[in-house]
Structures are given as C-alpha cells and as structure tokens.
C-alpha cells in the first residue's frame, strides 16, 4: 500500500470528538509534500490514523462560513 | 460492489465549482435510508457521481461556524 506522508502545520480547533477520542478537526495540512490545504477531517486521538475528511481551499471556506452563517443553526 | 442509496433531501449551497462542473456542496443527506445527516462533498453535475466528503450532526456544524467565524479568512 502507498504511504501518504502529512505534515498538519497549522491547528484551528476542534469541531467534535466521539466515545473513543476521535476528533473531526479543522486543520492547514500539507499531503505529499504539496503546498498546504485546509483539511475537514476525523482523527484518532495521536493524528496517526485519519478518517474520511474533505480539503479546502482558503476561498471554499470563506464560501462555507457566509453559507453557515445564513442558515439557521 | 455494493450500492450505496442516498436522497438529498435538501441543498443549502455550493462553496465552489471547477472547471469540470463538479461542485462543493453542503447538503442534507440521507444515505441507505438512515436519518439524514449534513453532508459536505464534491458532486457532478448531475449529483449521480460523488467525491470524497465528509458527514456532519447539527452540532458539528454549529462549532464549524463558531470556528469559521473566529478564524482570519
């Protein structure tokens, strides 16, 4: 299987964290040593494995924020 | 390979679109006839393939704004 090297360079926080502490995270990642990217993702509580997760762009998140921010929560 | 069912029950917008026409979009989905839950992921113009996303509780998306709108964007 092919590694996928990370290196999470910029934590923003946390948005959950499930009965056995893993964590869906809004972090800055760089993947295979590509320039970094925001990254919506779940992970055990040591970042050593990685559950389902979406990137981002900086654009696509400010998009994101206006659109949460008119709906009603 | 197994089908997976999904309804979109409804859509609250896209965060962007590439060249190709596929779309970010925030949804509410209910996938194999569960609850629906909120679903943010990459679409075809036809919502008939998807790409990697991620699902998310009310919650989550409620600390996702909390966060966004803390952030610098």
Same mark, same amino acid.
């Given at each position: 299987m092919a590694?996928? =090297?990370?290196d999470i360079e910029e934590t923003f926080g946390e948005i959950s964290e499930s009965a056995k502490g893993w964590k869906k995270e809004l972090n800055l990642i760089s993947w295979n040593g590509r320039p970094a990217k925001f990254d919506l993702r779940?992970?055990?509580p040591n970042h050593q494995k990685m559950? =389902?997760?979406?990137?981002?762009?900086?654009e696509e998140l400010k998009a994101l924020k206006v659109l949460l921010n008119n709906m009603e929560l």
């Open positions: 590694e996928i =090297k990370f779940e992970w055990d559950g =389902k997760g979406i990137t981002l762009s900086k």
